[in-house]
């Protein structure tokens, strides 16, 4: 079993729908959350980063942690078209650690 | 442009060739990571640098891979005898020692 899980999707959504990407994961000892925007043939972009359980929001962007049931959303509110991208989850279990663990990325497409 | 860096973007080449692969971090961070991503994948751990130091290597690091950072600045990360395994995306990353790893835009390695 990976240690994180995430939907790879397709995800197709019309302009303007709200967006829910979700990861699992197995290790209790996560404790930073982390989703990141991968554009086709490019880097990972850094979107939210949130530590332990709750909500943080940062315009149409809204990370959740659930970190009883070891779960974490992010919300896209009112989507665009250049929303379009794969969205990867990343989790570590101590600040500053040595790496992140990523879940497969779920690619999603916004229709105009 | 003060973002991670990373050179070539893309590189061709035949089985059984050497390659290097360079990174230029964002000024001042210490810390400086290597991923690898396939198809479909989310990036996976390779190697780290706490300055000009090598603290971490995945066991995903054969002994045909070797990572340096001299000087404590950029990195190079060579791979001996390539084989078509190690096409893939190679990622470089950076922080100050944080969680917040900002990714370059990688050199996406085709061996043919």
């Known amino acids: 079993q990976k240690e994180v899980e995430q939907d790879p999707g397709p995800l197709s959504v019309p302009e303007g729908a709200i967006v829910s990407l979700n990861c699992t994961y197995s290790?209790?000892?996560?404790?930073?959350f982390m989703w990141y925007r991968q554009y086709s043939r490019k880097g990972p972009e850094l979107l939210m980063y949130?530590?332990?359980?709750g909500n943080k929001e940062d315009g149409r962007f809204t990370a959740q942690v659930d970190k009883s049931s070891k779960y974490i959303s992010l919300f896209i509110r009112d989507s665009q078209p250049s929303d379009s991208a794969t969205y990867l989850c990343?989790?570590?279990?101590?600040?500053?650690?040595?790496?992140?663990?990523f879940g497969t990325g779920t690619r999603l497409t916004v229709i105009p | 442009d003060t973002g991670v860096s990373q050179d070539p973007r893309h590189k061709i080449t035949k089985r059984g060739q050497n390659v290097t692969f360079r990174c230029d971090p964002i000024?001042?961070?210490?810390?400086l990571y290597w991923y690898r991503q396939t198809l479909g994948q989310g990036p996976e751990f390779l190697t780290y640098?706490?300055?000009?130091?090598?603290?971490?290597k995945s066991r995903l690091l054969s002994d045909r891979f070797s990572a340096e950072r001299p000087k404590g600045s950029f990195s190079t990360l060579e791979i001996q005898r390539t084989e078509q395994g190690d096409s893939a995306m190679y990622l470089c990353?950076?922080?100050?020692?944080?969680?917040?790893?900002?990714f370059g835009p990688g050199t996406r390695l085709t061996v043919t």
């Open positions: 000024s001042e961070h210490n810390r």
């Open positions: 949130t530590y332990s359980s």
């Open positions: 290790n209790s000892a996560f404790q930073y």
């Open positions: 990343a989790m570590s279990a101590e600040s500053g650690a040595n790496n992140l663990f």
């Open positions: 990353a950076s922080t100050v020692g944080g969680d917040e790893q900002y």
């Open positions: 640098f706490q300055n000009e130091a090598q603290l971490e």
